[in-house]
């Protein structure tokens, strides 16, 4: 591996690390504008490939999408002082186990990754009345999720893990086609010498009354979603339509695994 290419990947890791798993604030805090967003992002991640991502501590990632997070796409801990607590999910438990699980922690208390999204991304989302607890923010996620049904819609699709590649686009059309929208695929871009990416990530949006929408605007309105990072996964970008893409099923290497990374956490 070439120095700039490892250097890279410490600095994904590093990323994966402060920004979405864990509670320290390395963006500015927005206290000082109006917690006004547009969109909700529901995030799917690919367990196999965010453990690739991360060689931490994943065993046995699930093979299905399990949810990320319900992300507003505009602020970022809107209230410091209301605390997560998993008293008020409690009845929402196996849920949440099954499909919302912290996937590269996953001998580490599971309540850890629910604090930090609700901290970073519920306190904001909690603006709009269906979502202003935490019983209803998580709920809700859940029910999305369930709507959106990826799983059930992939698999019928013909749309499988293993070790074909797929075009992207075409994985792109199906999904446009069924929803009648497109989502945001995420991908880690290919490795050196490599000509496939690998699917890490699938977000739906929707609106403020919790419907399907694109996630790009519509034409002749500027974007300025993400200026602030506020949810971007270094490591995973936009997919790159003209190249196939992998969607593995089994972590096949640990090529990525740093060990700094555990030093890190140390
Ligand atoms: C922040 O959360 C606390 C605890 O739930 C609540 O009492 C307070 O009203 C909230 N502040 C804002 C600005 O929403
Ligand atoms: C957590 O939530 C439970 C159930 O709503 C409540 O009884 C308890 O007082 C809360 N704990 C804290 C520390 O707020
Ligand atoms: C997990 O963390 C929560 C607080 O976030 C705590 O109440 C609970 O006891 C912890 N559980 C374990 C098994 O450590
Ligand atoms: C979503 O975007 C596509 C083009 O990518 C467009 O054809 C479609 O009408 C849009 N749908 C909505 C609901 O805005
Ligand atoms: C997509 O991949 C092709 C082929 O490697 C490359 O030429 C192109 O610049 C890439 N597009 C983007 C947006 O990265």
């Given at each position: 591996?070439?120095?700039?290419?490892?250097?890279?990947?410490?600095?994904?890791?590093?990323?994966?690390?402060s920004?979405c798993?864990?509670?320290?604030?390395?963006?500015?805090?927005?206290?000082?504008?109006?917690?006004?967003?547009?969109?909700?992002?529901?995030?799917?991640?690919?367990?196999?490939?965010?453990?690739?991502?991360?060689?931490?501590?994943?065993?046995?990632?699930?093979?299905?999408?399990?949810?990320?997070?319900?992300?507003?796409?505009?602020?970022?801990?809107?209230?410091?002082?209301?605390?997560?607590?998993?008293?008020?999910?409690?009845?929402?438990?196996?849920?949440?186990?099954?499909?919302?699980?912290?996937?590269?922690?996953s001998?580490?208390?599971?309540?850890?990754?629910?604090?930090?999204?609700?901290?970073?991304?519920?306190?904001?989302?909690?603006?709009?009345p269906?979502?202003?607890?935490?019983?209803k923010?998580?709920?809700?996620?859940?029910?999305?999720?369930?709507?959106?049904?990826?799983?059930?819609?992939?698999?019928?699709?013909?749309?499988?893990?293993?070790?074909?590649?797929?075009?992207?686009?075409?994985?792109?059309?199906?999904?446009?086609?069924?929803?009648?929208?497109?989502?945001?695929?995420?991908?880690?871009?290919?490795?050196?010498?490599?000509?496939?990416?690998?699917?890490?990530?699938i977000?739906?949006?929707?609106?403020?009354?919790?419907?399907?929408?694109?996630?790009?605007?519509?034409?002749?309105?500027?974007?300025?979603?993400?200026?602030?990072?506020?949810?971007?996964?270094?490591?995973?970008?936009?997919?790159?339509?003209?190249?196939?893409?992998?969607?593995?099923?089994?972590?096949?290497?640990?090529?990525?695994?740093?060990?700094?990374?555990?030093?890190?956490?140390?």
């Amino acid at each position: 591996m070439k120095p700039a290419k490892l250097h890279y990947w410490i600095l994904g890791c590093f990323s994966i690390v402060s920004c979405c798993w864990c509670t320290s604030d390395q963006f500015p805090q927005s206290d000082s504008h109006p917690h006004t967003w547009k969109k909700l992002y529901l995030a799917h991640h690919w367990p196999v490939t965010v453990c690739k991502m991360s060689a931490n501590d994943c065993q046995d990632p699930p093979e299905y999408w399990t949810i990320h997070g319900l992300w507003p796409d505009k602020g970022e801990e809107c209230n410091r002082t209301w605390h997560f607590n998993v008293t008020e999910i409690k009845d929402l438990m196996s849920d949440m186990r099954r499909y919302w699980p912290d996937v590269i922690h996953s001998s580490l208390n599971r309540t850890q990754f629910w604090k930090h999204e609700w901290e970073k991304h519920g306190t904001c989302a909690a603006t709009l009345p269906i979502l202003d607890s935490q019983k209803k923010y998580f709920s809700k996620t859940l029910e999305l999720y369930q709507l959106v049904n990826l799983n059930g819609f992939l698999l019928k699709a013909g749309i499988k893990p293993g070790s074909t590649y797929y075009q992207m686009a075409a994985i792109k059309e199906v999904l446009t086609e069924f929803y009648g929208i497109t989502p945001k695929i995420q991908c880690l871009p290919p490795e050196e010498g490599e000509e496939a990416q690998t699917l890490g990530q699938i977000e739906f949006c929707f609106t403020k009354e919790l419907e399907l929408r694109n996630c790009t605007e519509p034409k002749g309105e500027s974007s300025r979603m993400h200026t602030n990072l506020q949810h971007v996964t270094e490591e995973l970008s936009v997919c790159n339509d003209t190249l196939p893409v992998y969607y593995p099923s089994q972590v096949k290497d640990r090529k990525w695994s740093l060990k700094s990374l555990k030093n890190f956490f140390n």
